[in-house]
């Protein structure tokens, strides 16, 4: 087993397993990775006002509703999530391809799609966003917060 001499944050050498090295290193990247996301996360504010309204600028501030009856047929990248990650990319950010930013879409609530048999399809299709409350998920109605017995066999989670 080897060693390898490693300089860390401080300047005090380290005598550590070329196993843990390759580990260490691999932290490294991710805290870089982190600490650039902040930076150029704060050049976004600065010009945009908010990630948010950059984010939801590349729809004109309304959600993208799809209407897919089978999971099959969600998509894991669109072009506008291939546009999203090119301009993310060359403002600086890392590790933000498009099928990374499609699945943020989905969260964010830029992109509905839910299943058209989903019982939250109908209300995530009916919310609309406004320039003061961009991505705001709508409350939902009692008779929906779960579904039934006999709706859980049919509905598809995700």
């Not at 397993?17 to 290193?25: C, G, I, S, W």
């Not at 799609?113 to 966003?129: N, V």
């Not at 320039?131 to 409350?139: F, H, I, Q, R, S």
């Amino acid at each position: 087993m080897g060693f390898l001499l490693v300089h860390m944050i401080s300047d005090s050498p380290y005598l550590i397993k070329h196993e843990t090295a390759h580990v260490l290193h691999k932290l490294c990247m991710t805290v870089s990775v982190v600490l650039n996301f902040g930076n150029v996360h704060l050049q976004v504010v600065q010009e945009f006002g908010s990630f948010r309204k950059y984010c939801w600028s590349f729809v004109n501030h309304k959600p993208i509703t799809n209407c897919f009856r089978y999971a099959r047929q969600v998509p894991t990248k669109t072009p506008k999530a291939e546009a999203i990650s090119k301009d993310l990319m060359r403002r600086g950010f890392q590790c933000v391809g498009p099928t990374t930013i499609y699945s943020f879409m989905q969260v964010a609530g830029i992109v509905n799609d839910h299943l058209s048999c989903c019982f939250r399809f109908k209300a995530c299709s009916q919310h609309k966003a406004t320039e003061n409350n961009v991505g705001a998920e709508p409350a939902l109605p009692e008779s929906l917060s779960s579904p039934s017995s006999e709706d859980s066999e049919d509905v598809v989670n995700h």
